[in-house]
């Protein structure tokens, strides 16, 4: 299983695999986890979600672009999410990776991007979640969040945090006085056991860790989780502790559990999931796979249907 997973997560930064997925479409199985390769599409499954009483957050698909011109391209898809969200009334934030908007390329050009999008949120009300990505990107997503937090304030950006990191929880420590809005992950990348706790019980004793201490700081916490014993911890604790409901939310990703995303809407939690979209899915596709590599066989039956 453990090398199965290696290997997802190999692919899934091959360019050359990339674009062989790209001229199958969302045929080989992304569809179950990507909700369309159009903004419109988007909005659609976003509005489904609002029929049950689920919140979403819209992600456009893509990352490590190559051009300033495509990272810049990458934004205003962003900018044209956020305006669509309005004017369809729909509960929705946006997730952006930095990467798409030219992190590798110039750090100054990625938080001009930013400003663009988080401004274009702030004027509708609207809120941006920096979405984390590996190990090489924690600092400098972290150098941008506190700068856009300062200029635009905390109802209108946020950031995730990993707790399979072993500086998570100092990074908590550190941007405690910005009374973060986060949500918090186990976190799905390949990681060197000197940065990353490197069994499971290990990071899902962190995760409960941060989660505490999130909640007791009194700062809202997105618990983005499908695992169901973490949840009954949370549902628990917040109970006990006398958390009120609309201090936290638990998250999960489009096309998985929904019956669970369900169930918690329908018990009064609030919910939001996760909603991709995009022709950039496959490195997301195959982390997904690398997280449940049991999916494998639903792609392959999928693809043998077809």
């Given at each position: ?9 190999y ?32 909005v ?7 029929a049950?009483?689920?919140?979403a957050?819209l ?20 900018v044209?999410?956020?305006?669509a ?8 934030n ?26 274009e949120?702030k ?9 984390m ?13 506190e ?16 707790a399979?990191?072993?500086k ?11 009374a ?14 000197e940065?990353a706790?490197?069994?499971?019980s290990?990071?899902?004793?962190n ?9 007791e700081?009194?700062?809202y ?9 973490i949840i ?12 009120p ?17 369900r ?9 939001r999931?996760y ?11 195959m982390?997904r ?5 049991e999916n494998?066989?639903?792609?392959l ?6």
């Amino acid at each position: 299983m453990e090398i199965m997973r290696s290997t997802l997560l190999y692919l899934s930064k091959n360019r050359t695999a990339n674009r062989m997925a790209k001229l199958h479409g969302l045929r080989l199985g992304a569809e179950r986890f990507v909700a369309g390769e159009t903004l419109t599409a988007a909005v659609g499954k976003v509005q489904e979600l609002k029929a049950a009483g689920i919140e979403a957050t819209l992600d456009h698909l893509g990352e490590f672009v190559a051009s300033r011109e495509e990272a810049e391209e990458a934004a205003q898809e962003v900018v044209n999410a956020v305006t669509a969200i309005a004017a369809s009334g729909i509960r929705s934030n946006v997730s952006v990776k930095l990467t798409q908007l030219g992190l590798d390329l110039s750090e100054t050009e990625c938080l001009a991007n930013m400003r663009s999008i988080v401004g274009e949120a702030k004027l509708h009300g609207g809120f941006v979640r920096i979405d984390m990505e590996d190990y090489t990107h924690n600092e400098p997503a972290i150098r941008i969040f506190e700068q856009l937090h300062g200029e635009f304030g905390g109802q209108h950006v946020g950031l995730v945090l990993q707790a399979y990191l072993r500086k998570t929880e100092d990074d908590m420590k550190r941007l405690e006085h910005l009374a973060p809005n986060y949500r918090l992950v186990k976190g799905a990348y390949k990681e060197p056991p000197e940065v990353a706790f490197p069994e499971k019980s290990e990071v899902d004793e962190n995760f409960i860790r941060l989660i505490h201490m999130q909640l007791e700081h009194g700062h809202y916490a997105a618990v983005a989780t499908h695992d169901d014993r973490i949840i009954e911890h949370v549902k628990t604790y917040t109970a006990e502790k006398g958390i009120p409901r609309d201090a936290f939310e638990f998250q999960m990703l489009y096309g998985i559990r929904p019956q669970l995303q369900r169930d918690l809407a329908r018990e009064g939690y609030r919910m939001r999931v996760y909603v991709p979209y995009g022709t950039d899915w496959y490195g997301y596709f195959m982390r997904r796979l690398a997280e449940r590599p049991e999916n494998v066989s639903f792609v392959l039956k999928s693809m043998f249907k077809r």
